[in-house]
């Protein structure tokens, strides 16, 4: 028997530190069928992008995935007839219906686009950060990680100002939907939330219809590619939804994990503060160390090999974006955090092929215009003494931390 046959993945201590096991699982058995689970983990890099490779084999549609085991509920299914019917749309679709939607949507995420964005995100940042500067101490999860990608999506989707904090509710309600064991109760307000989410929506549409603006929504609503049909109002607000609730959580759990990674290594911090340049760099080593999105479902559409590995039709696959992005193959010492790692191979923590992250360009902009920002107005950033040291969160799917506790010194003339 291996080693990687003696890991418990369901325990606590596996889920909030999954980095050993994963390592394991690279050099032992890349492609690994797991005993009793009917799910191969996929752990090596070369596999992980072997399968991205081949969309319509290993596929990524999956009826429970937009709002989870609530669509079979009775109680669920009546609030969901007060809107509109969830659509596949990019997260959980196949071509060539998701080619129709990623190339309608491509429209609104120009690499223009993003970067003219870049003076909007500062504001937010700085807005955010004068809020906390002189107190000396912060959650830097509740003071910036949650509200940034909050405001720059709510922004984008015409969401009012007054209204980001409803952004992280619904976003929250979508994300239990599918990733939490709830009651019956819990599932219907979420359901609730999933309808009132449509409603707003369909209202801030109905706006651009009769006054556009320069915002993601109306580009989306104007978005025409050769002979494609534009997007009709339920695939509106099924995009809108996937945009929100892709963007929120993985945005945070970087900065915040981010941040975590810098305080642990004074010496890269340093090394940072000392050549700014390195920042956009930076933001790469923090997106592999900590790939935020830790893996994805597939499901095999027929009898195939991955790595050579034979894979029965209808097994689901788990693809670790976290592990691939430390195979040490391509990532020498993949576990040292390095802010001038050279990205001769590129890390997949925003994923590859048709599924590649459509806001990719978006979330590094956040994120590095972030971190300049902190960087040049905290100074002496440390962890709290007065609060436990962080955890990740215990979850097979996604990493990061509920609260960054830390203190430093602000700078107002920065
Ligand atoms: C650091 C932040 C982010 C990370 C780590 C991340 C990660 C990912 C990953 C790994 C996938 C591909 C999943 C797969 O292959 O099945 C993905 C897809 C996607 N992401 Fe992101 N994402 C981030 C930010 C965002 C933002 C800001 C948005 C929107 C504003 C967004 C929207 C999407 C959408 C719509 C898809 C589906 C694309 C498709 O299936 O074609 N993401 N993201």
Known sequence: MGKLETIDWDSEAHLREPHAAYAIGRSESPVYPVPGKGVVMVFGYDEVLEALMKPMVFSSRNEQALLGPSINSPRCREIYARGWPQVETLLTNDPPSHTRFKKLVNRAFTREKVDALEGHITGIVDTLIDRFADAGACDFVQSLAIPLPCSVIAGQLGIDAADVPRVKAWSDAFIELIGSALTEDEQAARAEQVVAFQHYMKARIDERRSAPRADMLTDLLNARVDDERPLDEAELLSVAQQLMVAGNATTTHMLAGGLFTLIDNPAELARVRAEPSLIPNMVEELLRMQTPTQGMWRRATEDTTLGGVPIAAGTMLLLMFTSANRDEKYF??????DVGRDFRTAHVAFSR????????????????????????RLDDIRLDPGHPRPRYIPSPLFRGVHELHITFRGRRDA
């Open 332 to 337: 020498p010492d993949p576990d040292r955090f």
């Open 353 to 376: 092929g048709i599924h590649t992250c459509i806001g990719m360009m978006l979330s590094r902009k956040e994120l590095v215009v972030a971190f300049r920002r902190i960087l040049e």
